[in-house]
């Protein structure tokens, strides 16, 4: 059976070889009838010009869509323009689109949430930046990323939940964790215009912890640096004091090891309350997504997680190309002979 390839080089070379075989034909001499007039050429009477087809100039022969091969030429389409709708920012029904691009989100935990496990907290403010990838159909993306994130805080002193106003129950800590944070969003979008779409669903994902997590004792100091809201004064131990200071075992619950000197909690995996890993969920996360030209996408996030209140912002590059105008012309270096049977 013939290939799609063999069959046009088959119809070229046919097409080449009739012009040759019919040159040859009109070349040579014919033969007259047997007898005296044998041995005399016989010359034909000057025939008129034949009217020219539509399917050839002076210049040469240009083939056409009608000609009786029934072949369409592709040099008969014209020139593409390229790039001419960049500005076309629609997407086809069951076609996949790849944006790639960066992502910053800011996570804010509020005061009061922080209360709510311990007293005398403080609103916490932690950045994360990342990359992430677009895969969307049907208005529907699927985005993985990965991101940096840190959750440091200053010095804060803080108070056990509900406990009795005691040196024992206080504490200093300060956080220099950071993460590196695997996720993936879920969105699904409603067009609000040619170039604009509300998105809304949900953040999955996970965060490998590392970095220090400070959690030091401390004892009633008239010239210490932290105050609480009972109006005293603290500072932290700096070594295992007497009993009664604050900075002894037996001040502080199941208390097996002495939190002085600037003490640096271990992970969970070595007994210590450091964890490491903090889950991420987004639940909900709703956004607007911006894609002015096919090339390009932005969105703007917002979101409730496991560890806060969180806004975002995000610049992707679209790997769509633009669709040239008119039928498709030959490449450059390549023959140009056939393109289709009807």
């Avoid at 075989?21 to 009477?45: E, I, V, Y």
């Amino acid at each position: 059976m013939l290939s799609r390839t063999t069959l046009p080089c088959l119809f070229a070379i046919a097409a080449l070889s009739l012009p040759a075989a019919a040159l040859a034909q009109g070349a040579a001499p014919k033969a007259g009838p047997s007898g005296s007039n044998a041995g005399t050429p016989k010359t034909d009477p000057p025939k008129a010009d034949a009217p020219k087809t539509d399917g050839a100039t002076s210049d040469g022969p240009k083939a056409s869509g009608d000609d009786k091969s029934g072949v369409a030429k592709v040099e008969e389409a014209p020139p593409a323009e390229k790039g001419s709708n960049m500005s076309n920012v629609t997407e086809a029904f069951e076609r996949t689109y790849l944006f790639a691009g960066i992502r910053y989100r800011g996570v804010v935990l509020p005061k009061f949430v922080v209360d709510a496990f311990i007293e005398g907290g403080q609103t916490v403010y932690s950045n994360q930046i990342g990359l992430e990838l677009d895969i969307r159909k049907n208005g529907f993306s699927v985005i993985p990323a990965i991101s940096y994130a840190e959750f440091s805080t200053g010095d804060l002193l803080y108070k056990d939940k509900n406990a009795a106003d005691f040196v024992g129950n206080y504490g200093l800590g300060n956080s220099g964790l950071k993460m590196i944070q695997l996720t993936v969003d879920l969105l699904w979008s409603a067009k609000i215009n040619k170039v604009l779409d509300f998105e809304y669903g949900v953040g999955l994902g996970v965060g490998f912890v590392f970095g220090d997590l400070l959690n030091n004792w401390v004892r009633e100091d008239a010239n210490g640096r932290y105050s609480a809201a009972n109006g005293k004064k603290y500072s932290p131990c700096a070594a295992e004091d007497a009993v009664g200071t604050g900075c002894n075992r037996k001040d502080h619950q199941n208390a097996d090891v002495a939190r002085v000197n600037n003490y640096l909690e271990p992970s969970w995996a070595n007994g210590g309350s450091k964890p490491n890993v903090i889950p991420w969920v987004a639940i909900p996360q709703i956004g607007l997504r911006f894609k002015p030209i096919k090339a390009f996408e932005a969105r703007l996030g917002l979101g409730v997680s496991l560890t806060g209140f969180w806004f975002g912002l995000s610049g992707n590059y679209g790997f769509e190309r633009p669709v040239s105008k008119g039928p498709e012309t030959a490449r450059t270096g390549e023959p140009s002979v056939l393109t289709q049977i009807r």
